[in-house]
C-alpha cells in the first residue's frame, strides 16, 4: 500500500488496513508454510519494508508503522529460527511499479533527492531478492537491506 497524507487526515482504518496488508499478511503467509520452510535446509525468506522506516519522512506514519513492524518480526524471526531459516527484509525507495504510478507525476522531483539521481526499477529490487533467497547469501540473517538510490545514508547536493 502507498498511503500517503498526514496524520490528521488518517483514520484508525487507514492503520488498520496498512498493518492488515503489510504486516499481517506477511505473519499469515508464513505461519501457513513455516513447516515447509522448516524442513529444508537452511531456507530464505525476503520480506519488503521501506526507506520510510529508516528515514522518517512526512505523510509516511502508517506505511512505516507497519514496515516497522515488519522489520523487527523479521529479525525477531531470524533470531528464533536461525539455525533453520534466513530471514532478511529489503527496504526500497519509490520504485516504478503501477502501485507508485500516481506518485510519478512528480518525476523529476523524487529522482533530484535520490543521490543516484533516478527512481528505483523492480529489477533493482528483484535482483536483491534472489540474491538474498540464493545460497550466495548464506551468511546473511537478520538484516534491512537499502535498495533506496543511496537515500536511506547519503545527503548529496
Not at 529490487?125 to 540464493?134: E, T, Y
Request: aromatic share 6%.
Amino acid at each position: 500500500t502507498i498511503l500517503l497524507k498526514p496524520l490528521a487526515g488518517m483514520s484508525l482504518e487507514n492503520f488498520q488496513n496498512d498493518l492488515n496488508i503489510n504486516f499481517l499478511g506477511a505473519v499469515k503467509t508464513i505461519q501457513a508454510y513455516l513447516e515447509n520452510l522448516k524442513a529444508q535446509p537452511l531456507s530464505s525468506v525476503v520480506l519488503l519494508s521501506t526507506v520510510a522506516v529508516s528515514r522518517g519522512m512526512s505523510f509516511h506514519t502508517s506505511i512505516a508503522a507497519a514496515k516497522g513492524a515488519l522489520e523487527g518480526f523479521a529479525r525477531s524471526m531470524a533470531a528464533e529460527f536461525a539455525n533453520q531459516i534466513r530471514v532478511n527484509c529489503i527496504a526500497p525507495s519509490l520504485t516504478e511499479t503501477p502501485l507508485a504510478e500516481p506518485l510519478m507525476k512528480s518525476r523529476a522531483i523524487i529522482e533530484k533527492r535520490h543521490p543516484l539521481k533516478r527512481i528505483g526499477q523492480p529489477q533493482d529490487i528483484a535482483k536483491m531478492a534472489a540474491f538474498l533467497l540464493s545460497d550466495d547469501s548464506s551468511w546473511i540473517t537478520g538484516q534491512t537491506l537499502g535498495v533506496d538510490g543511496g537515500l536511506s545514508t547519503l545527503s548529496v547536493f
